[in-house]
């Protein structure tokens, strides 16, 4: 029997880096196109609900927290389990598709989140983050 010498051992060793390697950059490119992909459809939607607010010319500071729910709610982007959430720019929360006024009434200040500074500055607001109460990744 011949016994093996630990130079033998080099090409395992570089395979397993490399695929290491590779897989981590697979991974990070993976992530960033569908990132890329879903904020362009989520932008897409709220480019559609923007429209038909100016369509139907609403003013949301003149609205009530019911009235815009049942507008929320008469979305046909929301009817597929899709959440929309109207904050106004101070961070109050005016409106969620998902919520009643009771738990929109409980939210928080919005005002210090990612998405929503960016928003502001730009026009446009994206965050990425992990929700440990739905145990996923969430993109706002």
Same mark, same amino acid.
């Given at each position: @029997?011949?016994?093996? %010498?630990?130079?033998?051992?080099?090409?395992?060793?570089?395979? &397993?880096?490399? &695929? !290491? *390697?590779?897989?981590?950059?697979? =991974?990070? !490119?993976?992530?960033?196109?569908? !990132?890329?992909? /879903?904020?362009? $459809?989520?932008?897409?939607? /709220?480019?559609? /609900?923007?429209?038909? &607010?100016?369509?139907? $010319?609403?003013?949301?500071?003149? &609205? +009530?927290?019911?009235? *815009?729910?049942?507008?929320?709610d008469n979305l046909s982007q929301s009817n597929s389990g899709r959440r929309f959430t109207i904050i106004d720019s101070t961070g109050k929360v005016l409106g969620d598709s998902q919520l009643n006024a009771i738990e929109l %009434?409980?939210?928080?200040?919005?005002?210090?989140?990612?998405?929503?500074? @960016?928003?502001?500055? =730009?026009?446009?607001?994206?965050?990425?983050?992990?929700?440990? +109460?739905? =145990?996923?990744?969430?993109? =706002?």
């Amino acid at each position: @029997m011949r016994s093996f %010498s630990r130079f033998q051992y080099i090409p395992i060793f570089a395979l &397993m880096i490399t &695929m !290491t *390697i590779g897989g981590y950059f697979y =991974n990070r !490119t993976l992530d960033s196109w569908l !990132t890329n992909i /879903v904020s362009s $459809h989520m932008l897409g939607l /709220v480019d559609d /609900v923007a429209h038909q &607010m100016q369509e139907k $010319h609403l003013d949301l500071y003149d &609205m +009530s927290v019911s009235e *815009i729910d049942i507008f929320l709610d008469n979305l046909s982007q929301s009817n597929s389990g899709r959440r929309f959430t109207i904050i106004d720019s101070t961070g109050k929360v005016l409106g969620d598709s998902q919520l009643n006024a009771i738990e929109l %009434s409980q939210l928080d200040d919005h005002s210090d989140r990612s998405e929503v500074i @960016m928003a502001l500055a =730009n026009g446009e607001g994206l965050s990425k983050h992990f929700s440990p +109460s739905l =145990n996923q990744e969430m993109l =706002n």
